[in-house]
Every structure is written in C-alpha cells, then in structure tokens.
C-alpha cells in the first residue's frame, strides 16, 4: 500500500507540472502540506520528491524547498538497450594478447601487460542488425574463462569476480570507425566501411577502467534515440 500511494503522489505532483498547473521556478507545497493533502506519512512524501528529483523534474534547495526545474532541450537522455539475454549470441573468439596502444591506453596497462580479448557478435531475436561485441579485459593468474558464463554475460558482470558491482560505475561514448577485414567479415559488409561504434567503459572505485569494450554497429541496426525534456519517462 505504501508503495502504491508515492507512486500516487509522485505522478500527481509530475502531472501538475507537466500540463503547467505548477510553472518552472514554482516552489512546491511543503512536505507536511503534501503529507496532509494526501493522507501519507513525511517519509513516503520525501520517496515521491526523490524520484523527481532523480528525473531533473524539481530541485531542491537547502532551507527553502522543493522548485520545479525548467525543462531541459538542450540537454539528451540517450537509452541504449545492451540486454544480452535479448539477443543471440555467439562467442568468436577467446584470446590472451598484448595490448595495442589503444589499449594501454584504455586500460592503463603496459605493452608487456596480458589483455583477453572476447569477440561475439549479438543479434536481436528475429530482428535485423548484426553487432560485433568486442571486450578487453586485463588478464590476472588464474583468471577464469568459462565460456558458458562469457556468452551471455551482460557488460558489467564481466568484472564481477574481482570487483563489488555497488563499486563499479559505466561511460559510454559513440563515435565511428573504418572496419577492419575481421570485423568486416563478421559484419557481413566492405573491409573500410565506416560504422556507429559504441565505446564502454567499466570502472572501479577509484575511476580505473577494469573492463573496456567496443560494440560495432552493422548500417542495418539503424538509429539510436535520445530524449529531451520532461515528458518521457526516463
């Protein structure tokens, strides 16, 4: 039930800002007037305000309250569904290798260092769009490579033997390159094509990158889409 009545408050307040009823800048009623009008206890109020808060739809402000943010148009939410459990996927390659300067530069590592390297291309069920996933990982003696737990694992359990997951943090950065003949190959397209590559990077607590990878996007996986302003749900 409690569950049931911040969600309640929550789409409330967010409907009243949406349709204008309370304008950017407005400062919301107090967390007991909220508690009052909706016959809920402080805390469940305060759990509705958070995840405003959490979506950039209201701010607060130290001693004084809650405001409602100005929407946001210059600034995107990009959603990138990376579910592998989605997908079909096929492990190409397991390798140990030395790091290219990309590498040691990604993961700070030396040239003289081991990397493995995964290579798998993901494709969505009964859909178009072929990937070529490729991960580098920094080799540690006796580093498991189960091959069963590699093929479907989804980025950041890649890591999770060495780190605690409420320790990592992800970046993502999209750019595009020219493919080489491997995974070109793999993509079924021209050695030289350039395409949409996503760059990932998993890192621990103390921002070192424990996990880097690169998926290459075939032309027919087509658009990634990003949302601006309040009205999507991020």
Known sequence: MAEKKYQQIY???????????????????????????????????????????????????????????????????????????????TIRSIMLEKPTEELQKALNRDKNDWIVAILRTLQKKQLGGLVCDQVYIPYRKGMPL????????????????????????????????????????LLGIEEGTHVLVVYRYLMDENDQVAVYGKQYLHPMCGRIVAYSGTAHDL
Do not use: W
Request: charged letters at 30%; a negative charge.
């Open 146 to 185: 189960v091959e069963e737990e590699i093929q479907y694992a989804e980025f950041p359990y890649l890591a999770k033997n060495k780190f605690s997951e409420f320790l990592l943090s992800t970046k993502m950065e999209i750019g595009h390159e020219a493919v080489d003949k491997k995974i070109a190959e």
């Open 11 to 89: 789409e409330s307040i967010r409907n009243q800002i949406l349709y204008g009823e309370i304008k950017p800048g407005d400062i919301l009623p107090s967390e007991n007037e909220l508690a009052a009008r909706f016959h809920a206890s402080r805390v469940t109020v305060r759990k509705s305000l958070s995840i405003l808060e959490s979506q950039h739809i209201i701010y607060s402000h130290h001693g004084k309250g809650y405001f409602v943010n100005a929407p946001e148009h210059q600034r995107y939410t990009l959603i990138y569904d990376d579910h592998i459990q989605k997908m079909d996927c």
